[in-house]
């Protein structure tokens, strides 16, 4: 027993066998370290330095001051309080007695333009209709009438920006009469003065440019107070434009257009304040070249001779003021009688044009025609009386500018008709055929009632 206990301690205990070695569990490699790297030497990359030019640091404004801050705040308030007051005092009642002047000398301009122009429509015209240039004259009375009562109801200072607009469009159109070969210029006794399609729709250009000279010299005069006295500021810029325009028109030729446009924008020059001293200069200039034209280079010499003496070749040459002044001298001091003229059966020329004054005193007589002068002298005093009254610089020189071109042009033709100057074409206003410059007249007259109705005050009687 005892041996088989020693020999049973002796017995060592059980071996445990070795745990299994763990493999090693391989990671996969990222996909970056996947892909294959190339076998060409990695080169070091060179930065490349563009030279940018260095940011040049706006100077520091200056603190505004207190001041300063309160007093442009006081200026834009004080603007803001014009533009309300100029809005509201644009809902006021327009200058009544202008606008009746102005429907009145419309009404009776296309009455004696149906009894001047029925002769030569029927037998001119290709469908002989006698009513054709009263029909077309009609509608665009209408079609002017309306635009001046649209422009009556709009704020005239809103019309401060279309000025310079107006004058590049008027400069363009002027050109475009003069290219030789334009299949849109018109031409019409040897004057090219109209761009039109047929005889559809016929526009002509110098009204725009008549129009363009008065809102943009009015528009940049106002602004300017003391500078129009000197030449820099008062003279240079508005002479080139003149000139420009003024030669235009004169190339087409309408001579009597470039007259007018020379002459308005003068006027408002001087209205303006420019130094008489530049006026005198001009005028002298002007009368130099004229003398230089007539007597020295002999341009028109011919119509200068027959115009003071057209009895010199009155069948030919002398012809058209021979016949206006027998036409006026027909009408007695009653006239004949309305619709009753015998001078308007194609012996006078342009009886429906430029020479509707004849006709108006042949039917109405001395006494007639010098009614329709009463009632242009009444339309053109109450535009200036309107200038004077105005609240702005801008509105009493667009005024003025209007009313001048009326009373030019109404005293042109007239002296024209009676020969009191040479002849050349101009149209008197609101009567002579024409639709494009009736539409503009018309307009104007709107520009004159939406001054009105910024007028001052004035005293009862």
């Known amino acids: 027993m005892a041996g088989n206990q020693g020999s049973a301690a002796r017995r060592e205990p059980p071996r445990r066998r070795p ?106 015209t290709k469908k002989n209709d006698p009513t054709y240039y009263f029909v077309r004259q009609a509608i665009f009375a209408v079609m002017g009438v309306a635009a001046m009562l649209l422009i009556s109801k709009i704020n005239y200072q809103r019309f401060r920006g279309i000025g310079k607009t107006l004058l590049y469009v008027s400069i363009v159109l002027l050109i475009l009469v003069i290219i030789p070969g334009n299949p849109l210029a018109v031409t019409r006794n040897n004057a090219t003065r109209w761009l039109g399609i047929g005889e559809l729709l016929t526009i002509q250009p110098s009204e725009i440019a008549k129009m363009a000279i008065v809102i943009y010299f009015s528009e940049s005069i106002s602004k300017k107070k003391d500078q129009m006295r000197s030449f820099r500021y008062g003279i240079l810029p508005y002479a080139l434009i003149l000139v420009l325009t003024a030669g235009l028109v004169a190339v087409e030729p309408h ?81 004949v009688g309305l619709g009753k003229s015998g001078q308007k059966f194609l ?31 009444a339309l053109i005093l109450r535009g200036y009386w ?34 009191l100057l040479p002849t050349t074409g101009i149209s008197l206003p609101f009567f002579s055929y024409g639709g494009t410059a009736l539409c503009i007249q018309l307009a104007e007259m709107g520009l004159v009632l939406s001054v009105s109705r910024q007028m001052r005050p004035t005293k009862a009687g």
């Open 347 to 377: 012996f006078l020329p342009e009886e429906h044009n430029d020479f509707i004054f004849a006709i108006i005193c042949e039917e109405l007589g001395l006494i007639g025609a010098t009614i329709i002068m009463l009632l242009f002298a």
């Open 255 to 335: 001579l009597s257009g470039a007259v007018l446009i020379l002459g308005v924008g003068a006027a408002l020059m001087l209205v303006g304040g420019i130094n008489w001293a530049w006026v005198l200069g001009a005028m002298g200039a002007a009368a130099a070249f004229l003398y230089f034209a007539l007597f020295v280079v002999g341009y028109n010499t011919s119509r200068i001779q027959f115009w003071l003496n057209p009895w010199a070749d009155a069948q030919n040459k002398g012809y058209q003021l021979s016949q206006s002044l027998i036409t006026i001298g027909s009408g007695g001091l009653l006239g």
């Open 386 to 419: 309107i200038a004077l009254h105005t609240r702005h610089r801008f509105g009493s020189l667009m005024v003025i500018g209007v009313t001048t071109l009326v009373a030019m042009q109404t005293f042109l033709n007239i002296a024209v008709v009676t020969g």
């Open 19 to 124: 745990e299994p070695q763990r493999r090693p569990v391989k990671r996969k490699p990222a996909q970056s370290q996947q892909r294959p790297q190339s076998r060409r030497p990695s080169q070091a990359r060179q930065s490349v330095v563009v030279p940018f030019p260095a940011p040049q640091r706006r100077p520091r404004r200056r603190p505004m001051s207190r001041e300063e801050a309160q007093r442009r705040q006081e200026i834009r308030l004080r603007q803001q309080a014009k533009e309300e007051e100029s809005r509201e005092l644009a809902k006021g009642p327009i200058d009544l007695p202008f606008c009746l002047l102005v429907l009145l000398l419309t009404a009776i301009g296309l009455v004696m333009l149906l009894s001047a122009s029925f002769p030569s429509a029927y037998y001119t």
